[in-house]
């Protein structure tokens, strides 16, 4: 009788619920994204240019993308013209890796194959119209490194001088460059920049005083 009266009175369980296992997030949590990898186009190399420079810029290029392991593919896609050619008639089995491919095209295509042809663009190397002193000055600096690449800095450095000298057009810049007594190709190129600026200077203010001047010719013939 007494357990039929707990029995009336026990309040009724509440059915259990099944524990699901949720992902907890913090309130102020963001979600990382990371970034996509990076890929950077290699330029293509024809033989016409200086291959340690090609080198080096595929090189960078290999390192951004991730290309290690598959260096020998994407050089030899990106060879054209003469370089593609030459890479094609190598002897069969000669060029199985990425450093034998590299080594063939240093022999054929290196500075110092190529020497002469930069001595002879060096010799009439001339200021183009438009071309500004810093960048004939780069120009020549270029040349003078394929050019001469067993030359010491202090050797270099006299030549590019000389060079950036003898290809400016302009005498009095020429002369500007002479008188500078420049140790550095850096403060040739400044000394042959302030003659420049100081002449447009001078031509600008010869037009205005001539401008100022017609008027009172005018005048006197009249």
Known sequence: MQEQEDALHTPPQEPEVP????????????????????RVKARQFNGDTSWQEYHSHFERVCNLNGWHQHRLDYLWVNLTSTALAYAESLPYGTVRT????????????????RAEVYKSELR??????????????????????????????????????????????????????HRSHAHTLEEAIKAAMDMESWQISERRN?????????PKLRLLES
């Not at 990425?98 to 110092?112: N, P, T």
């Not at 119209?129 to 600096?141: C, D, F, K, N, T």
Request: charged share 25%.
């Open 124 to 177: 009439s190397r001339q200021r183009k119209e438009g071309e500004s002193l810093p960048a004939l000055g780069q120009a020549v600096r270029q040349l003078v490194t394929h050019a001469y690449p067993g030359i010491g800095p202090r050797g270099s450095e006299e030549l590019c001088i000389e060079k950036f000298r003898e290809a400016i057009t302009d005498s009095e810049q020429r002369m500007a460059v």
């Open 206 to 214: 010869n037009h205005i005083a001539y401008g100022l001047q017609a």
């Open 19 to 38: 524990q699901v296992d949720t992902p907890q997030f913090e309130i102020n949590e963001v979600p990382v994204v990371r970034p996509a990898p990076m």
């Open 98 to 113: 990425y450093e034998q491919l590299c080594d063939a095209l240093e022999q054929r295509f290196g500075d110092s194959q």
